[in-house]
Structures are given as C-alpha cells and as structure tokens.
C-alpha cells in the first residue's frame, strides 16, 4: 500500500546544477500535483497536471519544468538550481472525482 | 491578494479547549473546502471535506463554510496533546490551492 512516492527525501544542490525529482504514485489517480512549503508561506501550487498528457502552471513555476510522463508518474525537472529554490517538495494524487488529495512524504532540497 | 488567506499561529491552548481555527477565500468559484492536518516532516493528510455551504461533522471535528462571507472554520472539541500540528485550508474548482497553514500547540 504505497500510495505516493517520491524521490530523492534529501538533495543537496550547487547553484547551476539540474536535477529530477521523481513521483509515483499506485492508486490510478487522474490529478498529480507539485507544491513547495517554506516557511510562513504555505503550499504554493508549482504544476499540476489534470490528467495523463497535460500539465498546467500553478502559483509559482518560474525555474521549473514537469513531465506526466503516464498515468502513474509525475516528475519536477530544476534545470538550474537557484538558492531560492531552497524548500520543501511535495507530490500529491487525486481521484478527480473527489477532493482527497493524498500526499508523498517530501522532498528536502537545499541548494548552495 | 493570496487566493486563500490564513492566520499562521501559532496558537496555543491547554488540554481540553474548543479550538476555532478559520480561513478566507477570494475566488467565488470555489466548490470544495477542505482541511488537512499535517505534523512535522511529514505531508498533509486530509481532515474532511465540504461541498459548497454548510457544516460537516466527523467526531470531534466540525467544518463550515459560510459562501456568502466567503469564511471557512474548522472547530475542534476537547482537543488533544495528539491534534498539535499544522492545519491547512485548501480550496478546489479544477487545481488544489491551500492557505498557509496554523500551527496548534495543546499543551496537557
């Protein structure tokens, strides 16, 4: 019973470097989303993707790319790491049906 | 102007207090009003759930959602030492958009 799985949990980048971060997710979801948590400022929407084969920006998608790559797999590219993309990643599925999101665990990604 | 606003705490009540917890929202188009709980370093996990207005009740919790005010409560009764955490408020009509989240502290 996995439910939403990301990867890496922990990622420390130099500033310029590029990077994948990975989701997966086992319970036949059409929405997949993508959101960073900083402190005092909540989940910000980055991409979401409504069903399999499309994506849509968010809150905050400047620096970011992501591919639905199938039904099950979502994935958060950083061509160019910034400091400021310093945060907490999250990778979240829902039904579509009904608003119940469910979550992967995180992704802590510092980038110096 | 945030799409969702929420006081970030922290807040802080002894064991055993009614916590109110609330949100508003700017977008008239929103159609579920949700609540999630998450504890630290880990992600949220859904709370319950509420479609357009009204209250919704689930143990000792109880949502509402007042539309024409555009104002959402979370109410907890005889809290516990085991509800501290973050509470966010998340809002949907295509994509999910969450508040910032209150840290509640319950202190035995």
């Known amino acids: 019973n996995a439910g939403v799985t990301q990867t890496p949990k922990f990622q420390v980048l130099k500033t310029g470097q590029s990077m994948t971060l990975q989701c997966a997710q086992d319970?036949?979801?059409?929405?997949m989303y993508w959101y960073r948590q900083d402190p005092g400022m909540g989940l910000r929407l980055i991409y979401y993707s409504a069903s399999e084969g499309t994506t849509d920006k968010g809150e905050v998608p400047n620096g970011y790319n992501v591919s639905r790559l199938n039904k099950r797999e979502f994935s958060l590219r950083l061509e160019s790491a910034a400091p400021s993309q310093t945060s907490v990643y999250f990778c979240?599925?829902?039904?579509?049906?009904?608003?119940?999101?469910?979550f992967g665990q995180g992704t802590r990604l510092t980038v110096v | 102007q945030k799409e969702v606003e929420q006081d970030p705490g922290p807040l802080s009540v002894p064991e055993g207090a009614i916590v109110s917890l609330n949100c508003t929202y700017s977008n008239s188009a929103f159609q579920y009003f949700m609540w999630y709980r998450q504890y630290s370093r880990k992600g949220p996990e859904l709370l319950m759930y509420t479609y357009s207005s009204g209250n919704k009740e689930d143990g000792r919790f109880t949502a509402q959602v007042d539309k024409s005010s555009k104002y959402i409560s979370l109410f907890i009764r005889d809290s516990q030492p085991s509800d501290s955490a973050t509470y966010l408020c998340a809002m949907s009509v295509v994509k999910l958009i969450f508040g910032t989240g209150t840290r509640l502290q319950v202190f035995p």
């Open positions: 319970m036949n979801h059409n929405s």
């Open positions: 979240a599925s829902e039904p579509g049906q009904a608003p119940e999101a469910f």
